[in-house]
């Protein structure tokens, strides 16, 4: 038991670390569309995420293959600011953004998911070093990880609800400053990484 929660805490650990915090961006960008009445399909999303990150997590701690560490971690910014961009064209059409394109969102977020595993496995792979049993701590950081992205995703929903219960804010306004921050402070990651190529 206290094995699985070594690695189970080490996975909420590096989602919820603000030294990893392009994670956490991207699922704030994600989250942002969505109030309380959608968590049904805010949960499919987040889901197609984890369905994505959990197969290239595994794929690459297990040596099915691997991909430059410098390369992933320019492309992690980079779906960051494809999202945020998303997010910004269709604010104004929140409900058609959310029934047109869902089926769009959805294969993002499951692509998306793919690259940030490969970002996760490498952390998870250093750590590892020659462990003979990688099946029980794959799934055990895995786990960690998906409670800290749901800590995210709830935390995201109450700051909805309040806003919603106890402001005049706008939902397409909140969309537009949370997803501008992000895109800033993703472009500016984005821009480090790529000179460090």
């Known amino acids: 038991m206290s094995e699985f929660y070594l690695w189970f805490n080490t996975g909420t650990q590096h989602i919820l670390d603000w030294n990893g915090y392009d994670h956490i961006l991207y699922i704030l960008s994600l989250c942002v569309l969505f109030s309380i009445s959608d968590w049904k399909r805010l949960l499919v999303l987040?889901?197609?995420?984890?369905?994505?990150h959990s197969l290239t997590l595994a794929a690459?701690?297990?040596?099915?293959?691997?991909?430059?560490?410098s390369y992933i971690e320019v492309l992690i910014p980079l779906t960051i600011l494809i999202t945020c961009v998303i997010n910004l064209i269709y604010r104004t059409k929140l409900t058609?953004?959310?029934?047109?394109n869902f089926k769009l969102n959805y294969f993002m977020a499951l692509f998306f998911g793919f690259i940030h595993g490969l970002g996760f496995s490498y952390l998870l792979k250093s750590?590892?070093?020659?462990?003979?049993?990688?099946?029980?701590p794959l799934l055990s950081f895995n786990l960690g990880l998906e409670f800290g992205q749901l800590f995210i995703v709830v935390f995201m929903l109450i700051i909805s609800i309040f806003i919603d219960k106890f402001t005049r804010i706008k939902k397409q306004d909140v969309v537009f400053f949370v997803s501008s921050a992000v895109f800033g402070i993703a472009f500016i990651l984005f821009m480090q990484r790529l000179n460090e190529l």
Do not use: P, W, Y
């Open 46 to 52: 987040v889901t197609a995420f984890t369905i994505g």
């Open 96 to 100: 058609q953004q959310r029934s047109i």
């Open 60 to 69: 690459s701690v297990l040596n099915f293959f691997q991909v430059k560490q």
């Open 127 to 136: 750590m590892l070093g020659k462990e003979e049993n990688l099946i029980f």
